[in-house]
């Protein structure tokens, strides 16, 4: 009888070892797993680094190209003819959206709610239809250049989503969306904050922010000017006759 | 005999309470470690998807890069030759023309049409999110009823007629695009898409072209008055 005691006593406690043995195994094999995942981010981080100059290397190449092809365009003599159209010209890139312009407007930050329902997650993020909402009330509230992010909108900028992020210009952008728009900063705020899209982000708790600011910068739109106008064949000589 | 069991029961006992501690410590390691891992598996997710935008902006950039060279060794070519000086600078103005919205333009592409008899469940973000499906399928002209959409153009609907560049729209809407006619069919009739959601209140079409035309905007609805150029000293 003492003996069969025993005997359960120590198999409880082999079994227990044992179990304890196995889960010491698989914990550390899932260490040297997160080890291996940890080597894997930095190399990706590494990567994104790369990428990021790279496109700050394109867009330096690129700044340094419009101002030589500026000079040689200003190089032609300066003739009354071409100095008016050289201010044509100026005037033509200021409308096209193809400057730099600065001005008092609005600043519009939108970004997911916190803690979003799982099960509803849907409900919680920011909408392409939100963001283009957004866009046609300050168009209609008289803004004069407006920026996503700092990609700046033309007439064929679209705002569409692409999985987890939102195309614009054919760039790909996450949140947080930052909106810039130059006009009436007065009209700008109030078209903005008492807006039928405004209230259905806050019902949700997504992040919004509104704010009045002087001289905001908005950059120049970015992309290759031929892409805009390839399919496109000019059909009358309406135009040219003022030339 | 009865102290020897006893001092046995003891260790026995012991032995089991270092065990249940180093059980439950084992737990609590392990599932600290499992939220670790799936916390940097979002990380590494999220530097994916980083890494996926900064790529194709990239390639946005190198192919506007190109563009910049070619032209640039047009111009090199005509250094120092006065006449293909003020060519090249009146067709790069005839180009900004186009951009601008300031030509008459024609094309392939499509024409959108919105049932006259539903004209008053047309809403201006019907007309938006056509436009913008347009937009996101490389549309290069857009016209709503013949006003052509610029980068300031509102669409707000008031009633039975919609606002386009500040200017009464009356139904039929009519929305011209020059654009891969057939891109844009797919794109407007993709399932769950589009036309499928706007069919629900209002009976929308799209027939292809090979002749679009669109006008262009008018001088005076370009409206600059609030923007300043930003000098580069560069």
């Known amino acids: 009888m003492k ?15 044992g179990m304890l043995v196995t889960v010491q195994i698989r914990s550390t094999v899932s260490m040297q ?8 981010y930095n190399r990706l981080k590494s990567q994104l680094d790369t990428r990021v100059k790279e496109g700050e290397q ?59 329902d ?29 920026a996503i992010n700092d990609e700046r909108l033309i007439a064929t900028s679209e705002q ?34 008492d807006s039928d899209v405004v209230s259905g982000l806050i019902q949700y708790k997504k992040r919004v922010t509104v704010e009045q600011k002087n001289s905001i910068v908005i950059p120049k739109f970015m992309n290759d000017i031929n892409g805009l106008i390839s399919k496109l064949e000019v059909a009358d000589n309406e135009s040219k006759k003022e030339q | 005999m ?14 089991c309470v270092i065990l249940g501690l180093a059980l439950s410590w084992q737990f609590q390691s392990i599932r600290n470690n499992a939220k670790v891992m799936t916390l940097e598996n979002q990380k590494k997710d999220d530097l994916v998807v980083k890494i996926l935008n900064e790529q194709k902006n990239n390639e946005n950039l ?38 601008a919205g300031l030509t008459n333009v024609k094309g392939r592409g499509v024409v959108v049409t919105f049932s006259k008899d539903d004209a ?20 290069q002209a857009l016209a709503i009823n013949d006003q052509r959409i610029i980068d300031t153009s509102e669409v707000r609907g008031a009633g039975g007629y919609i606002n386009v560049n500040g200017r009464h729209v009356l139904p039929p809407y009519v929305i011209k695009a020059i654009v891969d006619p057939d891109d844009a069919v797919n794109a407007l009739n993709m399932v769950g898409g589009v036309f499928e959601q706007i069919k629900v209140f209002v009976d929308v079409s799209v027939q292809k072209s090979d002749n679009v035309e669109i006008p262009p905007i008018g001088e005076e609805l370009i409206k600059t008055d609030k923007l300043k150029i930003v000098e580069n000293d560069k």
């Open chain 1, 58 to 116: 394109y867009k330096a190449q690129i700044a340094e190209l419009e101002h030589k092809k500026e000079d040689f365009l200003k190089a032609s003599p300066g003739t009354n003819s071409s100095n008016s159209l050289k201010n044509e010209l100026d005037y033509l890139k200021f409308i096209s959206g193809l400057t730099d312009v600065t001005g008092d407007g609005v600043v519009i930050t939108l970004n997911d709610a916190e803690n979003p």
């Open chain 1, 3 to 17: 003996v069969k005691d025993n005997f359960i006593i120590l198999f409880i406690i082999f079994a227990i070892f």
């Open chain 2, 62 to 99: 190198r192919a506007k890069l190109n563009e910049l060279q070619t032209q640039l060794s047009k111009f090199e070519n005509a250094r120092g030759n006065s006449d293909e000086n003020l060519k090249l600078l009146s067709d790069e103005i005839q180009k900004l023309k186009t951009v």
């Open chain 2, 2 to 15: 009865k102290a020897k069991r006893s001092s046995r029961n003891i260790s026995i006992a012991l032995v």
């Open chain 1, 118 to 146: 799982p099960a509803s997650q849907m409900n919680y993020i920011i909408h392409d239809y939100e963001v283009y909402g957004i866009i046609n009330d300050l168009r209609d509230a008289g803004a004069q250049a407006i």
């Open chain 1, 160 to 193: 569409i989503c692409a999985g987890p992020t939102i195309k614009i210009n054919k760039n790909r952008y996450a949140v947080p969306f930052e909106i810039k728009a130059i006009g009436d900063p007065d009209k700008l705020y109030s078209a903005i904050k």
């Open chain 1, 33 to 40: 797993k997160q080890s291996a995942l940890t080597l894997d």
């Open chain 2, 120 to 139: 008053l469940s047309v809403e201006d973000d019907d007309l938006l999110f056509v436009l913008n499906e347009l937009r996101a399928t490389d549309a």
